[in-house]
């Protein structure tokens, strides 16, 4: 398609439970990258994939938090046992390739996990 | 450390007027910018981008100014319409294309 699409919109879930958000990088992309945005006017890179590879997973806290880039499957997200402090809108991103200057990034309209 | 940060968290401006929105970075090495909006509920929209090899750059009522000697950059938006009203970062890539957003300025428009 000719948007980044992310189930669900909104994901309400108990502190312990998983939850598990979905992207739909733009057909063509190959790249695509996952932050959290916990206040409003802040972001946090978690992880990035080139394909089904993982490329960059810097940000990404390892003890609970996977992610996965299946050939023919939506990207995922995957939050284990996860904490109040996991609330936050989950944003994806892709693009044609890792070199910015000639492919920008399209961001989806996010996941919004509240943790209750 | 490498870091992208904006003046002000909020900006009202009249119908109508310009606005500015501000952004100082202080990666001396850094050498593209791009200004993103975002609108509630929704994910950041690319606007415009700039390298450092420029000055100044516009597009359709926006105009990106980089100012390299003192590692500043402004987004300049004309003639401003409540359809603006949104947060606007700057950001800048890293290696392996990972953006580094600054703290947004959140952009009111009165009407």
């Known amino acids: 398609g000719e948007e980044v699409a992310q189930t669900p919109k909104h994901l309400v879930r108990g502190e312990g439970q998983k939850a598990k958000l979905y992207c739909a990088p733009i057909?063509?992309?190959?790249?695509v990258f996952w932050y959290q945005q916990v206040l409003k006017n802040e972001f946090k890179f978690l992880i990035s994939?080139?394909?089904?590879?993982?490329?960059?997973e810097t940000g990404m806290p390892k003890e609970r938090f996977s992610a996965k880039c299946l050939p023919n499957s939506p990207c995922s997200l995957e939050i284990q046992a996860t904490k109040l402090e996991d609330s936050a809108v989950y944003f994806c991103?892709?693009?044609?390739?890792?070199?910015?200057?000639?492919?920008?990034?399209?961001f989806g309209n996010g996941t919004r996990l509240t943790v209750t | 450390g490498e870091s992208v940060g904006l003046h002000l968290p909020t900006l009202s401006v009249q119908e109508g007027d310009n606005s500015i929105i501000n952004c100082a970075y202080s990666?001396?090495?850094?050498?593209?910018f791009i200004w993103y909006k975002q609108e509630s509920g929704k994910g950041p929209q690319f606007i415009i981008d700039?390298?450092?090899?420029?000055d100044k750059r516009q597009g359709q009522r926006v105009t990106v100014l980089l100012n390299k000697t003192v590692k500043h950059l402004s987004l300049q938006i004309a003639a401003t319409q409540p359809g603006d009203s949104a947060v606007y970062f700057c950001?800048?890539?890293?290696?392996?294309?990972?953006?580094?957003f600054g703290q947004g300025t959140e952009l009111s428009v009165k009407p």
């Open positions: 991103a892709s693009s044609q390739s890792d070199y910015t200057y000639n492919s920008p990034l399209h």
């Open positions: 057909k063509g992309h190959s790249y």
């Open positions: 994939f080139q394909n089904e590879n993982v490329f960059d």
């Open positions: 990666n001396s090495a850094s050498d593209y």
């Open positions: 700039i390298r450092s090899n420029m």
């Open positions: 950001a800048e890539p890293n290696a392996g294309g990972k953006l580094i």
